[in-house]
């Protein structure tokens, strides 16, 4: 059975969770690099300054030295550091007044003999300290990492909280459109979890109406039967009547009972195929002389053009029901002096067998349901649904065991008919298909 919502596709979103994930970790790593570079420049720029302040300390003192304290008043000035300049009996000529105690001090005699005391401190240290690149490159790293973990945390709570809904049995639930834009791998689960809740919603539903459906079939003979008993009850004379009605009514439960265990077996996929080498043309043979009595009663024929032989490892008593429930139907439907056509044609792909009738037919929008269980169509005259509506069910499930397919459409003939094919893929040996006539 093809899978719902065909649509989903994980090549759409492959691979894009890893891309973002690669592209957020490399711009927190870029980032921190960019950080550490910028303190690096700005502390080499730092000791540059400091640097110039210490030469411009020696060109004071040079000045000092050499021109006396007129020309160093012009350079203390203008330098940032907190520089004094004292002659030989403490008086303040220059600079700061008020020197810290830890100031460096320097005696310098000038070119005229005269002796005067220079002090000086550099500017206090403003370099950054070393755990800023490291504070601010965590600070990026926590920035980022937490705009990943709600990126992807959001959507998976999301998912936990569907999950939890399908647990408590809402499957109605939908989480792709809630999923916004995004475009990785989390967006694909969101579309697969949509496919397995529409899936299960359509099972449960069918398991629901199939519920309904089995406790109303097998009512329906129940129940005739108990008006079989009320009327044997009050009429002795017609007990035999309702014997024999009776009887009808059981067998017809016994085959309903018979055809629901098939198809639970089928339907759970648990239980194992008994098979073995068969020729499925030899089985499809025996259906159709046994369904020649059937087409002789309602004076009509089948006329069969099968390959010679077709051996494959197969379930040949599901074969059996799957082929003889299709080939049965359209006898049954065929309308009097009319032909049942059973065209098979083998390949080394698979066998494939068209069996077409002249009867009613069945509507369009009914061409595939006519597979589900319990789904019937009426008699000839419209009367009542002819069968239990299992047998096309099995058939389909029993073909989908092995591997093929069945499905139905239109007859060519105005309209009228129906034609039902049937493909078994091969599995061991085809021979020649040269047809056969029965």
Not at 115 to 126: H, K
Not at 136 to 159: E, M
Not at 199 to 212: I, W
Not at 366 to 393: K, N, Q, Y
Request: charged share 25%; proline share 4%.
């Amino acid at each position: 059975m093809p899978r719902p919502n065909a649509r989903l596709s994980l090549a759409r979103g492959s691979g894009g969770l890893f891309r973002k994930l690669f592209a957020a970790f490399t711009l927190a790593t870029l980032l921190s690099f960019a950080l550490g570079i910028g303190f690096y420049e700005l502390t080499r720029s730092d000791a540059a300054e400091r640097n110039a302040d210490s030469s411009g300390f020696v060109a004071i003192a040079q000045a000092l030295q050499e021109s006396g304290p007129e020309a160093a008043r012009g350079l203390i000035a203008r330098s940032a550091d907190d520089v004094s300049l004292r002659n030989a009996a403490g008086d303040l000529l220059a600079g700061t007044a008020d020197m810290p105690s830890d100031a460096a001090s320097l005696t310098i005699i000038s070119a005229q003999g005269e002796r005067y005391r220079l002090s000086y401190q550099i500017a206090d240290d403003t370099r950054p300290s070393i755990w800023v690149p490291v504070l601010a490159g965590l600070f990026v790293s926590l920035v980022i990492s937490a705009i990943v973990a709600f990126y992807l945390s959001q959507p998976i709570a999301l998912l936990r909280t569907g999950f939890h809904d399908i647990g408590e049995g809402n499957f109605g639930i939908r989480l792709s459109d809630r999923m916004g834009t995004r475009v990785d791998e989390i967006a694909d689960l969101a579309l697969e979890f949509d496919g397995m809740a529409d899936r299960l919603q359509r099972l449960v539903a069918t398991q629901d109406r199939l519920l309904h459906d089995i406790s109303h079939e097998l009512r329906s003979p129940l129940a005739r039967m108990d008006v079989a008993i009320g009327l044997a009850r009050r009429s002795p004379e017609q007990i035999e009547g309702s014997l024999d009605r009776m009887q009808r009514e059981v067998e017809r439960l016994d085959k309903l009972i018979g055809e629901i265990l098939t198809l639970a077996r089928l339907n759970s996929g648990v239980a194992e195929l008994n098979s073995m080498k068969l020729d499925v043309v030899d089985l499809l043979h025996a259906i159709v002389e046994d369904a020649e009595f059937e087409a002789r009663a309602r004076q009509c024929t089948i006329d069969c053009r099968l390959p010679t032989r077709f051996v494959v490892n197969a379930d040949g008593e599901l074969l059996y029901r799957a082929y003889e429930n299709v080939i049965r139907n359209a006898v049954k439907f065929a309308p009097s002096g009319s032909v049942v056509a059973i065209k098979g044609n083998a390949s080394a792909n698979g066998l494939v067998v068209r069996v077409c009738d002249m009867g009613p037919g069945v509507p369009n929008e009914m061409l595939d349901a006519i597979f589900a269980p319990f789904c019937r169509v009426t008699d000839r005259d419209g009367d009542e649904p002819v069968g239990t509506g299992l047998g096309l069910a099995i058939t389909r499930h029993a073909m989908e065991r092995h591997g093929g397919s069945v499905s139905a459409e239109p007859g060519s003939v105005d309209g009228l008919g129906l034609c039902v094919t049937l493909y078994l893929p091969a599995c061991e040996e085809v021979c020649s298909d040269t047809p056969r006539r029965t």
